[in-house]
């Protein structure tokens, strides 16, 4: 890891705040073995007091697991997370998930499409973009869940 990436990831971890989340279900995450920003969201969520298990997959393997959870080639990220009955798919702030699993919307989970520059295990917030959460309902239709920047 270059150094520059190393500061930034620091910046990341100040920046997801107090606990959140203490007692809440263990977050299980597949991801591929070299993806990095994958780990680094790992560590955003733990920072906010998540609990993590996660597992290295095959590629093919994360693409069907996709699949099967409902999650369409528009609505990926790169890793794809489960935490008490949803998916949790890419680059989603903890405090999203905080607010999902205590509100228990009848959906089928949230995602941050692509890899938005300023969310946490990207560069972080501040890096200039802004991004959406959507929420995914069982029909497979997408609303906005929260905006960031
Ligand atoms: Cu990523």
Redesign the pocket.
């Known amino acids: 890891m270059k150094r520059r990436e190393f500061v930034l990831l620091g910046t990341t971890c100040v920046a997801a705040g107090p606990a959140l989340a203490t007692g809440s279900p263990t977050i299980k995450v597949a991801k591929t073995a070299t ?4 780990s ?2 790992v560590l955003h969520v733990q920072e906010a007091g998540f609990s993590v298990d996660a597992q290295n997959v095959d590629q093919d393997d994360l693409y069907a697991l996709k699949d099967r959870l409902g999650i369409t080639p528009e609505l990926s ?3 794809t997370a489960l935490v008490d009955g949803y998916f949790v798919e ?2 989603v702030p903890a405090s999203d998930i905080a607010r999902l699993l205590d509100q228990r919307p009848d959906a089928l989970g949230l995602t941050v499409p692509g ?1 938005p520059m300023s ?1 946490p ?2 560069a972080g917030p501040g890096a200039g973009d802004t991004f959406e959460t959507l929420l995914v309902a069982k029909d497979g239709s997408t609303s906005i869940f929260a905006r960031h920047s």
Do not use: D, I, K, N
Not at 35 to 38: K, V
């Open positions: 993806c990095g920003c994958c680094a969201w990220g790169c890793h890419g680059h890899m969310s295990g990207m």
